[in-house]
């Protein structure tokens, strides 16, 4: 059983940053692949970014060059940096993780997430 609780989020105007973190309960968090999703009013959930256990990372081309996730296993956190923010990021961002690969671009396969943090961004 993996907890996973996000912090971070709120409101910052475009061109900002902010960095969100998810704390993770449990002595096997490091075994564990970690995703960042998002969710717009109205809109499907969407993945963001991924980093595996070993530390190989993915992310979705809308962030890419802007977001960066990293992970601390000593801490059992991960992390999503966000800079250059825009009005288009606006959305609750969750943090999931899972114990298999796969096609860890969909929401399907992640085994646990956390309850989410607003993150949104003004023009």
């Known amino acids: 059983q993996v907890q996973l609780v996000e912090s971070g989020g709120g409101l910052v105007q475009a061109g900002g940053s902010l960095k969100l973190s998810c704390a993770a309960s449990g002595r096997t968090f490091s075994r564990y692949n970690m995703g960042w999703f998002r969710q717009a009013p109205g809109k499907e959930r969407e993945f963001v970014a991924f980093?595996?256990?070993?530390?190989?990372?993915y992310y979705a081309d809308s962030v890419k060059g802007r977001f960066t996730i990293s992970r601390d296993n000593a801490k059992n956190t991960v992390y999503l940096q966000m800079n250059s923010l825009k009005p288009d990021d606006t959305a609750v961002y969750y943090c999931?993780?899972?114990?298999?690969?796969?096609?860890?671009?969909?929401?399907?396969?992640?085994?646990?997430w956390g309850q989410g943090t607003q993150v949104a961004v003004s023009s």
């Open positions: 999931a993780a899972r114990s298999s690969g796969g096609t860890v671009y969909l929401t399907k396969g992640y085994e646990y």
């Open positions: 980093i595996s256990w070993g530390g190989s990372t």
